[in-house]
């Protein structure tokens, strides 16, 4: 079977939302931890989308000259026409930390495309692109512009310009063009702005997405395009969406199958080193509604009476909450080194609880966090199980031994509802 779309995402929680958009859109799909053995490929024969989760969000742009070139040569073997650097929705970048320009860089002397698209609007995330600015859901249910966003006092990559082209440009110096609303009235509009930005030197390009309609015209319009000459694009996980809507209408999928609901898993364990606003209130939330806490500071996470005692709830049968952070912290956490340390502490539970339910489900918070986190715990690939909540499905975890089965869902920071561990659990 031809591979339709293979990406990489800078980020574990970021990986997973395209793994949803693709998998519950009737694209069969695995997203692996590094690049796949012949083995590990042969593992999923119908893979039409191949990812590669990552975490260079968190990583500098000389980890990037390093490592991205390797991984882009592993994506280019599959000779997709779609290549997806996966960015997160709200952009936070920065020229030292997660450098969105640099891998667009590496990415062009990879792919050599034409030009890289930049559709970052996901509708279905409650995340717009107007006139090449950024405008996001916050926690309050109110949509702000993103440097008015609490994503502009991110403790690592605060958001405080809102224009994504400015943005962009401190951290790459190739000129950034933009495709607006306006032009976005149709897809010959469309490609007449792309032609005249194309004409003007531009070979980023930015797309203002706000609704269903103009991710419409934006993914017909690069499909077109991807049908002459492989496309390396990098976006957030409205491109996935605005390339499904394209491939509905060419007859490329047949329509969803309804979404079918999950199974209860109890005892829950969540792991959070998230310290966002909507995070804190799904935390304060679970621990008002039964879950067990055990708040976590750098010094105990691996001490063994904080795994002794996290142990004895989930065998309990008790739903289990460990935390770093209920809001902004009063000191900068490194993810790498904190998020090591939580997998770490998740391995160990997994290995001492015995988990009375039939499947050990595990919620991980945290962009940077769960990046570093997920890859303590033996996995080389996950694959969607179900729908929850919009950029975070419940997903299956793959490893090469005989382990217990395992499902995991990673949350970034900003996504969810107050109950979304209930929603994880599955039961009432």
């Given at each position: 079977?031809?591979?339709?779309?293979?990406?990489?995402?800078?980020?574990?929680?970021?990986?997973?939302?395209?793994?949803?958009?693709?998998?519950?859109?009737?694209?069969?799909?695995?997203?692996?931890?590094?690049?796949?053995?012949?083995?590990?490929l042969?593992?999923?024969?119908?893979?039409?989308?191949?990812?590669?989760?990552?975490?260079?969000?968190?990583?500098?742009?000389?980890?990037?000259?390093?490592?991205?070139?390797?991984?882009?040569?592993?994506?280019?073997?599959?000779?997709?026409?779609i290549?997806?650097?996966?960015?997160?929705?709200?952009?936070?970048?920065?020229?030292?930390?997660?450098?969105?320009?640099?891998?667009?860089?590496?990415?062009?002397?990879?792919?050599?495309?034409?030009?890289?698209?930049?559709?970052?609007?996901?509708?279905?995330?409650?995340?717009?692109?107007?006139?090449?600015?950024?405008?996001?859901?916050?926690?309050?249910?109110?949509?702000?512009?993103?440097?008015r966003?609490?994503?502009?006092?991110?403790?690592?990559?605060?958001?405080?310009?809102?224009?994504?082209?400015?943005?962009?440009?401190?951290?790459?110096?190739?000129?950034?063009?933009?495709?607006?609303?306006?032009?976005?009235?149709?897809?010959?509009?469309?490609?007449?702005?792309?032609?005249?930005?194309?004409?003007?030197?531009?070979?980023?390009i930015?797309?203002?997405?706000?609704?269903e309609m103009?991710?419409?015209?934006?993914?017909?319009?690069?499909?077109?395009?991807?049908?002459?000459?492989?496309?390396?694009?990098?976006?957030?996980?409205g491109?996935?969406?605005?390339?499904?809507?394209?491939?509905?209408?060419?007859?490329?999928?047949?329509?969803?199958?309804?979404?079918?609901?999950?199974?209860?898993?109890?005892?829950?364990?969540?792991?959070?080193?998230?310290?966002?606003?909507?995070?804190?209130?799904?935390?304060?939330?679970?621990?008002?509604?039964?879950?067990?806490?055990?708040?976590?500071s750098?010094?105990?996470?691996?001490?063994p009476?904080?795994?002794?005692?996290?142990?004895?709830?989930?065998?309990?049968?008790?739903?289990?909450?460990?935390?770093?952070?209920?809001?902004?912290?009063?000191?900068?956490?490194?993810?790498?080194?904190?998020?090591?340390?939580?997998?770490?502490?998740?391995?160990?539970?997994?290995?001492?609880?015995?988990?009375?339910?039939?499947?050990?489900?595990?919620?991980?918070?945290?962009?940077?966090?769960?990046?570093?986190?997920?890859?303590?715990?033996?996995?080389?690939?996950?694959?969607?199980?179900?729908?929850?909540?919009?950029?975070?499905?419940?997903?299956?975890a793959?490893?090469?031994?005989?382990?217990?089965?395992?499902?995991?869902?990673?949350?970034?920071?900003?996504?969810?509802?107050?109950?979304?561990f209930?929603?994880?659990?599955?039961?009432?």
């Amino acid at each position: 079977m031809s591979i339709l779309y293979t990406y990489y995402g800078d980020d574990f929680t970021g990986s997973t939302d395209v793994l949803e958009q693709l998998a519950s859109n009737g694209v069969p799909s695995v997203l692996f931890l590094g690049a796949p053995t012949p083995s590990q490929l042969a593992a999923f024969p119908n893979a039409q989308a191949i990812g590669i989760a990552g975490d260079s969000r968190s990583r500098s742009p000389e980890w990037m000259s390093a490592n991205l070139p390797g991984i882009f040569a592993a994506l280019r073997k599959f000779n997709a026409p779609i290549v997806h650097y996966k960015v997160c929705s709200t952009f936070d970048s920065s020229p030292t930390h997660g450098n969105i320009g640099r891998a667009i860089e590496l990415g062009i002397e990879s792919f050599a495309p034409r030009f890289v698209p930049i559709v970052i609007g996901a509708p279905h995330l409650r995340r717009y692109v107007a006139f090449g600015n950024l405008f996001a859901a916050a926690p309050d249910g109110a949509i702000h512009r993103i440097d008015r966003h609490p994503m502009a006092h991110h403790p690592v990559t605060p958001m405080r310009e809102s224009d994504l082209r400015r943005h962009l440009q401190l951290q790459c110096t190739l000129p950034v063009g933009l495709v607006d609303l306006i032009a976005l009235a149709s897809t010959s509009t469309a490609a007449q702005a792309l032609d005249a930005q194309l004409g003007a030197g531009n070979r980023e390009i930015l797309f203002d997405t706000v609704d269903e309609m103009a991710q419409a015209v934006v993914g017909e319009l690069l499909w077109r395009e991807a049908q002459q000459r492989p496309i390396f694009s990098a976006s957030s996980s409205g491109l996935t969406a605005a390339l499904i809507s394209a491939w509905r209408t060419h007859g490329i999928l047949s329509e969803p199958k309804p979404l079918a609901s999950i199974e209860p898993a109890s005892p829950l364990l969540v792991v959070s080193g998230s310290c966002s606003a909507t995070t804190e209130g799904q935390i304060r939330w679970a621990l008002d509604h039964g879950f067990q806490g055990f708040p976590l500071s750098p010094e105990n996470i691996l001490a063994p009476e904080t795994i002794t005692a996290a142990a004895n709830s989930l065998s309990s049968g008790r739903d289990t909450i460990l935390y770093t952070a209920l809001g902004p912290p009063t000191a900068h956490a490194h993810g790498d080194s904190l998020g090591i340390a939580l997998g770490k502490l998740i391995r160990e539970l997994l290995t001492r609880a015995p988990f009375p339910g039939t499947a050990r489900r595990v919620v991980l918070c945290g962009g940077d966090t769960a990046s570093h986190a997920v890859q303590q715990l033996g996995i080389y690939a996950l694959t969607w199980l179900a729908n929850l909540q919009p950029g975070a499905p419940l997903c299956r975890a793959h490893t090469e031994d005989s382990s217990p089965p395992l499902e995991l869902v990673l949350k970034g920071g900003q996504v969810g509802t107050d109950d979304f561990f209930k929603i994880v659990r599955g039961t009432s």
